[in-house]
């Protein structure tokens, strides 16, 4: 299982981290990631990190404010979240994969393990 957590209120301009704990199973070398989903939106892909090079990969939205990276073990993904916007405000959830080619790194579909989700409200 995953397990995300880290989300909470913060001012535009502010920063969070999320953390997700996967338990159950070795997911050292699973592809993982972050999406999200904003309210009345459909859920979209933030960040992701592949298990077979480590290489990350980020929405354009994202990039140069937010960082993912996997703890010591790897089995902790974190998403480090800089100079927020309020359009960030959504529901962030982590995800894993056993394998993913490099074509799937973006696709809601093809995660098979998903955490419930933790919010994050940014206010203006």
């Known amino acids: 299982q995953l397990q995300a957590s880290g989300g909470g209120l913060v001012q535009a301009g502010g920063s969070l981290i999320l953390s997700c704990a996967a338990s159950g199973r070795d997911f050292s070398t699973y592809s993982m990631g972050w999406f999200r989903q904003a309210p009345g939106k459909d859920r979209e892909f933030v960040a992701a990190l592949r298990g077979n090079d480590g290489r990350g990969y980020y929405k354009d939205f994202v990039k140069g404010r937010f960082t993912i990276s996997r703890g010591g073990n790897k089995n902790t993904l974190y998403l480090e979240m800089n100079n927020l916007k309020p359009e960030d405000t959504a529901v962030y959830y982590c995800?894993?994969?056993?394998?993913?080619?490099?074509?799937?790194?973006?696709?809601?579909?093809?995660?098979?393990?998903w955490g419930q989700g933790t919010l994050v409200t940014v206010s203006s």
């Open positions: 995800a894993a994969n056993r394998r993913l080619i490099l074509s799937e790194v973006t696709n809601i579909g093809a995660y098979s393990y």
